[in-house]
């Protein structure tokens, strides 16, 4: 049974940085060829995805928040890693992490990845 | 970027109702579309992938079609579970997530 949990502070200052910890079960990051993913929910508002790294360390970024995020894995822990440096207040949201698994193929462009199991999520406010 | 436009934002519907959301994209997809149901306070789940794939254990009810830049998501009878927000998401280029359509009761 595949499980993800997210960690890390309730409460974060403007210009601070922000560190969330997911730890899974149920999953190799190492040799099962899937990824976890992170994605976040302002309150009320939409979903948005964040970044993905892959059992190989490959990772992938949004493009309007890469300069400010960084993902990384500990597969001794089991756990991912991800910072946000210089929060905002717009930052506020839940953070979900989410395990990224195989959802079709294409010849050009290889495997296709969703997010198909989440953790709870975390609920972090960004304020003075 | 791929930008996803759901419709419609709020649809209100009673148990029995077949109910259809769309999802379109600004740029191709060909199949590289999901959907989602997020109940409030909870995790969202994977309903649909690959545009028409069940998810596991996802009941018959729920239906996917489309492709290129216009996509359904199908209830084909509601049930009181089904009452949530439901959102696209593209996986064609990167991902990106619809605005999202909730249904509640007439």
């Known amino acids: 049974q595949i499980t993800l949990k997210e960690s890390g502070p309730t409460l974060v200052k403007p210009t601070q940085t922000l560190t969330l910890t997911c730890t899974f079960s149920?999953?190799?990051?190492?040799?099962?060829?899937?990824?976890v993913g992170w994605i976040r929910q302002p309150p009320g508002k939409a979903l948005e995805w964040l970044v993905v790294?892959?059992?190989?360390?490959?990772?992938r970024y949004s493009p309007s928040l890469r300069s400010r995020l960084t993902v990384t894995k500990d597969t001794s822990k089991n756990q991912v890693v991800l910072t946000m440096t210089n929060v905002d207040p717009v930052d506020t949201a839940t953070y979900y992490c989410?395990?990224?698994?195989?959802?079709?193929?294409?010849?050009?462009?290889?495997?296709?990845?969703?997010?198909?199991?989440w953790g709870q999520g975390t609920m972090v406010t960004v304020s003075s | 970027d791929i930008q996803m436009t759901q419709s419609p934002s709020t649809l209100s519907a009673s148990v029995g109702d077949r109910v259809t959301i769309t999802c379109r994209a600004s740029?191709?997809?060909?199949?590289?579309l999901a959907w989602f149901q997020q109940i409030p306070g909870k995790a969202p789940k994977l309903l649909i992938y690959?545009?028409?794939t069940l998810g596991s254990g996802v009941p018959s009810r729920f239906s996917g079609s489309g492709s290129g830049t216009e996509f359904t998501l199908t209830i084909s009878s509601l049930q009181p579970d089904d009452f949530a927000t439901y959102y696209c998401?593209?996986?064609?280029?990167?991902?990106?997530f619809g605005q999202g359509t909730k249904v509640e009761f007439k």
């Open positions: 989410a395990h990224s698994s195989r959802a079709g193929y294409d010849a050009l462009t290889g495997h296709r990845y969703v997010f198909d199991i």
């Open positions: 149920g999953f190799s990051l190492t040799s099962d060829e899937v990824g």
């Open positions: 790294i892959y059992w190989n360390d490959d990772k």
């Open positions: 740029q191709s997809l060909r199949t590289w």
């Open positions: 690959k545009t028409s």
């Open positions: 998401l593209q996986y064609n280029s990167i991902w990106t």
